[in-house]
């Protein structure tokens, strides 16, 4: 009974701690689609971050008197929780769609585009990392028709990582 317990700590070790590990890795490797310019996916962030925040302040300066429920950076931690825990978890179960082809009934027909094909085990953690790119370009591509709160409309205009570290540069300078 002690060998079965361990075993099975074993496998929930290896498929909650290999994933998270992969996939923090990965965040921190030039992104495969070539919308991203190169950025890393923490760079993406980091522009996503600025951005968002330039343009509340923006939109603040302009509209002083306007509820900013949340705060200047609240478009960016929305936009965050909703990459940590909706689209990182729902790309890796529209892989598992690609492996396991009876749970594409579990998909919604929008998210059925997005299941990739002939998903094996050997290349499970790399075809979940660019299922998860491409639902973070769509999801960067509908901010600016879909977001209800004006100053969380960013463009998808992706710098590149020298033109990040130019304007990250920039904001920090006085």
């Not at 962030?45 to 302040?57: D, G, I, P, T, Y």
């Amino acid at each position: 009974m002690k060998i079965i317990g361990k075993l099975i700590l074993i496998l929930l070790i290896a498929v909650i701690v290999i994933p998270i590990g992969y996939m923090a890795w990965r965040a921190g490797q030039p992104m495969d689609l070539p919308q991203f310019k190169g950025l890393t996916f923490y760079q993406y962030m980091s522009w996503r971050k600025e951005s968002l925040h330039q343009m509340a302040v923006t939109y603040h300066a302009v509209n002083p008197h306007a509820q900013m429920g949340g705060g200047l950076d609240m478009c960016y931690n929305v936009d965050l929780v909703a990459n940590l825990v909706t689209w990182m978890p729902m790309s890796g179960f529209y892989t598992l769609a690609g492996a396991f082809p009876g749970l594409v009934k579990y998909v919604t027909p929008d998210g059925r585009p997005f299941i990739p094909k002939n998903v094996i085990l050997a290349s499970f953690l790399q075809t979940w990392w660019l299922t998860f790119e491409k639902i973070t370009w769509y999801e960067a591509v509908l901010d600016p028709q879909t977001e209800f709160v004006e100053y969380c409309r960013l463009q998808p205009n992706i710098p590149t990582p020298a033109q990040l570290q130019t304007l990250l540069a920039n904001q920090q300078s006085p």
